[in-house]
Structures are given as C-alpha cells and as structure tokens.
Nanobody, 124 residues
Framework: QVELVESGGGLVKAGGSLRLSCTAS????????MGWFRQAPGTEREFVAA????????YYADSVKGRFTISRDIARNSVYLQMNSLKPEDTAVYYC?????????????????WGQGTQVTVSS
C-alpha cells in the first residue's frame, strides 16, 4: 500500500513558476513508476508527466514539454513537478499517482495509487 500526499499548489501569475511535491509512505515507493496528472473542471483527467522507477526515464505531455520537469528523490520517497512559464490553461487540480511499469503510462487507469490533489491556478 502506498499513500501519496501532494503539496505546493497555489495561485500564480502567467509566466510564473510553482514546484509541486508528492511524498509517499510505504516501503515499495521505489518500485513504482510515478506520474502527474491534472484535471480542470468539466474535463477528463489528463497526463502531464511520468518518471520511471529508477528515475532515469522521463515522459511529458506535449503541452508541458520544455516548461515542466519531473524528478524523484528515492531517499525522501518523493516526486516533484517543477512548473515554469505557467499559462492560464495550466489551471487544474494536479494529482500524483503511482503505477506499475509496463502499463500504458499515459492512461489514468494504469495507476494504482493516487493523492488527493493540489489546486494550481494561473491568472492572466
């Protein structure tokens, strides 16, 4: 069992930056691929970024490539999402998720454990 707790969301102006953190409990954290998803009101939950269990491979949605960076610190049982050059369309609730490697990393159903989400609001 893995419990995930996100933090770091908030209100920021367009062009600004935020760093989201996700801390996991459970000894098996290092074995999971970790992902960030987001969901705006009235929309489907969408993939943002993912990082392999080793931390060596990273994946990004086209909409955030070059602006967002995902990283993980296995010693701290944490994964991070550095978000730069934020745009109003990045406004959403951001969720951290843990899933097994080998499954479709872009699909929410591939992830087993989820955090409660943290709100990110980008004003124009």
């Amino acid at each position: 069992q893995v419990e995930l707790v996100e933090s770091g969301g908030g209100l920021v102006k367009a062009g600004g930056s935020l760093r989201l953190s996700c801390t996991a409990s459970g000894r098996t954290f290092s074995t999971y691929r970790m992902g960030w998803f987001r969901q705006a009101p009235g929309t489907e939950r969408e993939f943002v970024a993912a990082i392999s269990s080793s931390g060596f491979t990273r994946y990004y949605a086209d909409s955030v490539k070059g602006r967002f960076t995902i990283s993980r610190d296995i010693a701290r049982n944490s994964v991070y999402l550095q978000m730069n050059s934020l745009k109003p369309e990045d406004t959403a609730v951001y969720y951290c998720a843990a899933g097994d490697s080998g499954r479709d990393l872009y699909t929410p159903k591939s992830y087993v454990f989820w955090g409660q989400g943290t709100q990110v609001t980008v004003s124009s």
